[in-house]
């Protein structure tokens, strides 16, 4: 398996821009989770979803952020309008059902604003 | 906010073992505790996880006090690929993991 994948591996947008980021989790999994890194705050959960239905999205940080999960394959993080403040790395990660103790994630994707 | 507490850095000389301590001493009865570990510029990766038992793998090893209030992973023979930021969690499953700041372990030569 290729693992999760991620897409774009870098992305370099303007403020104001939309910015959309995807995500393929491992074939099987259930699961797939949604999180940001910055230096400041680390490594934070926005949001995850099971069996394609957002579960908690707590961490969202505010009306800005979207996340979708149209089907098994396949999930989008929006940004709009983007901010320079939502410049960090973004991953995703899946795991295989609730009693699975391991996520696995993906390479990340690293967005700046400008 | 994350239940754990671990040093912010360590130091391992190259082929010794490594050992990561970690205090959680709200944790709950049915909560696990799981370790990750970040290399540089890359995701988050799982190493092991236990509840009161003892665990090893072929990465490593986790020792959980009886009272269930502290942890050490174990890396038996540190090598430079293993310098990376470690994460010490408790979780009930998997589906809401809570990274705090980790330890910074580096492995010299």
């Known amino acids: 398996d290729a693992g999760v994948i991620q897409s774009p591996r870098h992305e370099v947008t303007e403020m104001g821009q939309e910015v959309t980021l995807r995500c393929k989790p491992i074939s099987g999994h259930d699961y797939l989770f949604w999180y940001r890194q910055t230096m400041m705050r680390g490594l934070e959960l926005l949001i995850y979803?099971?069996?394609?239905?957002?579960?908690?999205d707590s961490g969202m940080p505010e009306d800005r952020f979207s996340a979708k999960m149209p089907n098994a394959s396949f999930s989008n993080l929006k940004i709009q309008p983007s901010e320079p403040r939502d410049s960090a790395v973004y991953f995703c990660?899946?795991?295989?059902?609730?009693?699975?103790?391991?996520?696995?994630f993906g390479p990340g994707t690293r967005l700046t604003v400008t | 906010d994350a239940k754990t507490t671990q040093p912010p850095s360590m130091d391992c000389a190259e082929g010794r073992a490594a050992n990561l301590p970690c205090n959680h001493s709200?944790?709950?009865?049915?909560?696990?505790v799981y370790w990750y570990r970040q290399i540089h510029s890359q995701g988050p990766q799982y190493i092991i996880h236990g509840l009161k038992n003892n665990e090893t793998n072929e990465m490593a090893s986790l020792i959980i006090t009886e009272d269930r209030k502290s942890s050490t992973l174990i890396l038996p023979h540190a090598t430079l690929r293993d310098t990376a930021v470690y994460y010490c969690i408790v979780s009930i499953y998997t589906d809401k993991l809570i990274f705090g700041t980790g330890t910074r372990l580096q492995v010299f030569p």
């Open positions: 990660a899946s795991s295989l059902g609730q009693g699975a103790y391991e996520q696995y």
């Open positions: 979803f099971n069996n394609n239905v957002p579960i908690d």
């Open positions: 709200t944790i709950s009865g049915n909560e696990y």
